[in-house]
């Protein structure tokens, strides 16, 4: 069985398309084909879908194959330090993302765990544009039997897979929006309409965050929302032509890995950060990392003060030192959280303790995060971003987005 086989299909019935994608992949699965499966739908790129033994174990390929992995990679490795991959070695390779992923799980810089849940949502996401793409017209497979990976991270049924697929894209297509990819880039087509329908500051987000320059998809990321729920917050403003999708081209790869890991929200700099530690040394260390950053920063040295202070400054996150004297973290978190004003702030221990104990005790008093000591500058940009990411939710009675910040 070495060598390519073609198995051309044409059909003109959607419905009778999809079926032919989904009995395929059962027929492989049954097969225990090992390969790859070239698949087309018209002229849309082709994308590969790689088995063994019946199983899928990767997908590569379509319309945004280097922003699908930047986007795959800042969701399911978020620590993961982008200037530190392989990439020459990576790149006479075919397929690239799965040889830096073998390395990276190889080096212990990314969990098996992670690299599973990359993989799945490559997976998913892939048979999601190819359903999608099947409404267009016939299918065109080709298996290969030489091209294959060796030593897959994991192996996943593709039955499951393309149900979970499937069933999103029936939602997708329940919105109305089955011939719109979430490949597209929302953009404001009517700014003077959309300024007078929303309030300056939910403008000015959506003005920043929807410039053209990322998907639905990586929106989603960027506002800690699932993809159903962001797409549904914006219909009302698509279906009135005040946004407007269109698309935008792939990413290079030379400049896929100089940017940061997580896109940015401009305006999400900026936000006020009050620290509460006795330390005055880890409120300047804190406060110079943050403030080079761009956010503003308030230190609290004094615990009894923390309460007073934070409610004449109502920060948009809270560093919480564990131990101090009078009173400790614990006690703060839990009065903080009392407090209408802060029940969705975002608290972020700061301890030099990392037990189980002391991270079940502080979540049962709201603390949203943990974040060890000494405290280093990545980690804790990383944090603070991670929190301070915007949510933006749709309010059907002024249908406007609001904006407030996500907890993690």
């Not at 194959?65 to 991959?85: G, M």
């Not at 929200?265 to 509460?276: D, F, L, S």
């Not at 978190?333 to 990392?354: A, E, H, M, N, W």
Request: aromatic fraction near 6%; charged fraction near 20%; charge should be positive.
């Amino acid at each position: 069985m070495a060598g390519r086989v073609s198995l051309a299909v044409s059909v003109s019935c959607e419905l009778d398309v999809m079926n032919t994608f989904v009995k395929h992949l059962q027929t492989t699965s049954q097969m225990q084909f090992t390969g790859c499966l070239e698949v087309q739908v018209s002229n849309q790129p082709k994308r590969r879908l790689y088995c063994h033994t019946g199983r899928l174990v990767w997908a590569t390929g379509g319309t945004h194959r280097v922003r699908r992995w930047r986007r795959c990679l800042s969701v399911c490795c978020p620590q993961l330090n982008l200037k530190t991959l392989r990439l020459q070695e990576a790149f006479q390779h075919q397929e690239w993302e799965y040889w830096l992923l073998t390395d990276l799980v190889r080096q212990q810089q990314v969990t098996r765990e992670q690299a599973i849940a990359l993989i799945e949502m490559v997976l998913t996401e892939t048979i999601f544009d190819v359903i999608q793409e099947s409404q267009i017209g016939g299918l065109h497979f080709i298996a290969s039997y030489q091209n294959y990976l060796k030593s897959p991270i994991a192996v996943f049924n593709p039955a499951q897979i393309t149900q979970r697929s499937q069933a999103l894209f029936n939602t997708w297509s329940d919105l109305g929006l089955m011939e719109q990819s979430p490949n597209l880039a929302p953009v404001i087509s009517k700014p003077d309409e959309l300024r007078q329908r929303t309030s300056p500051k939910t403008y000015q987000l959506m003005m920043d965050a929807m410039n053209g320059n990322a998907t639905l998809r990586e929106l989603a990321i960027v506002i800690r929302q699932d993809l159903i729920t962001l797409v549904r917050s914006l219909l009302p403003y698509i279906r009135q032509g005040l946004i407007s999708l269109v698309e935008i081209p792939d990413l290079a790869t030379s400049n896929t890995f100089t940017a940061s890991n997580q896109p940015v929200v401009k305006n999400a700099t900026g936000a006020r950060i009050v620290c509460v530690d006795d330390s005055v040394r880890v409120c300047q260390e804190v406060g110079s990392i943050l403030t080079q950053a761009g956010y503003q920063f308030i230190s609290v040295q004094d615990s009894i003060q923390a309460l007073p202070i934070l409610l004449e400054n109502k920060p948009h996150l809270i560093l919480l030192d564990l131990v101090m004297p009078v009173a400790n973290g614990y006690e703060i978190c839990s009065q903080i959280r009392r407090i209408s004003v802060f029940r969705q702030t975002p608290i972020v221990i700061l301890t030099g303790k990392d037990g189980i104990v002391d991270r079940v005790r502080a979540k049962m008093v709201g603390a949203s995060d943990f974040l060890a000591k000494p405290v280093e500058a990545a980690k804790l940009l990383s944090v603070v971003q991670k929190h301070l990411m915007l949510n933006l939710e749709y309010d059907t009675a002024t249908a406007e987005i609001k904006v407030q910040p996500q907890l993690g």
